[in-house]
């Protein structure tokens, strides 16, 4: 379990012996100089703004050799969003019911969470050691429930990380019914 949080918190966060930005991908990377056409150029920012984000993604989402060559993907990680600072992104079918949090959906089964007014990290730790306390839970659910709950623990112990639970504003557009033919 040690050897998950130790994965994370190491990618999220570069060893201090390392100076700058952490790696744009989250793995080492290349800077390659291309002329693309400009009807290209549009394309891959319609996908992403960064057009090296939008290969990437293409070539991810085309799983080819780099899709399958990457480590399995974990059920709970720390994304990096900004210099220090991180979401809690879990897979989404591993915890769609979780107590007292919203999953807000990434896209590739990814969503971060967001509490409701009055919920912390703390609580959402309790409602999982509350989940596992039912002797009823399948093996594969208090599995990944209990690595969730002692991943979140040791982020919460970590005196190099605090916590700040932020109100989010999601819109989403409404479903257009079917329009009925008049006679």
Not at 60 to 85: F, T, Y
Not at 113 to 121: D, K, N, Q, S, W
């Amino acid at each position: 379990m040690s050897h998950i949080l130790t994965r994370v918190l190491t990618r999220a966060q570069p060893p201090a012996t390392r100076p700058g930005r952490p790696p744009k991908f989250g793995r080492p990377a290349h800077l390659v100089a291309l002329t693309l056409p400009e009807d290209v150029l549009a394309a891959l920012r319609c996908i992403d703004p960064d057009v090296g984000w939008a290969v990437v993604k293409l070539i991810e989402g085309a799983g080819g050799p780099v899709a399958a060559n990457r480590p399995p993907e974990h059920d709970v990680e720390l994304l990096p969003i900004a210099p220090r600072r991180f979401l809690i992104v879990v897979r989404q079918e591993a915890f769609a019911s979780l107590p007292g949090v919203s999953l807000v959906p990434l896209g590739q089964g990814k969503a971060f969470l967001a509490f409701p007014p009055g919920r912390t990290a703390e609580s959402l730790e309790l409602a999982l050691t509350d989940q596992l306390e039912d002797p009823d839970l399948a093996h594969q659910r208090r599995s990944r429930l209990q690595a969730f709950r002692d991943l979140l623990r040791g982020w919460r112990r970590d005196s190099s990380l605090v916590f700040h639970e932020r109100s989010i504003v999601a819109v989403e557009k409404k479903r257009q019914r079917p329009s009925v033919p008049r006679s």
